[in-house]
């Protein structure tokens, strides 16, 4: 299993940002996905989920700012991010499910950073 994120970068508040992760090594269209993200000090927070079935679910914080998605083509989950914030920024992590639903992570990507400059 590989997960590769990238996107990230440096975007002014109020922005936007689209990180993608391009998975590989599974049959990509039976898992469900997740977003995580982590900044120095903190626990990792779970951001989004995926079902394999396209089923979305967002933590209170994001939720109406950030879309998750996927294509079962290409191998690859997606999170837009629209009006960004500063408390956006953090270590985005993608993570693939251990099953068709989100119940936890199995697998870990290394990671893409997105920093909201105010």
């Known amino acids: 299993v590989q997960l590769v994120e990238s996107g990230g970068g440096i975007v002014q508040s109020g922005g936007s940002l689209r990180i993608s992760c391009a998975a590989s090594?599974?049959?990509?269209?039976?898992?469900?996905m997740a977003w995580y993200r982590q900044t120095p000090g903190k626990e990792r927070e779970l951001v989004a989920t995926?079902?394999?079935?396209?089923?979305?679910s967002y933590a209170d914080s994001v939720k109406g700012r950030f879309t998750i998605s996927r294509d079962d083509f290409s191998n690859t989950v997606y999170l837009q991010m629209d009006n960004l914030k500063a408390e956006d920024t953090a270590l985005y992590y993608c993570?693939?499910?251990?099953?068709?639903?989100?119940?936890?992570?199995?697998?870990w990507g290394q990671g893409t950073q997105v920093t909201v400059s105010s």
């Open positions: 993570a693939r499910g251990d099953n068709y639903y989100w119940l936890r992570p199995s697998h």
């Open positions: 090594g599974f049959t990509f269209g039976t898992f469900a």
């Open positions: 995926i079902t394999s079935g396209a089923r979305p």
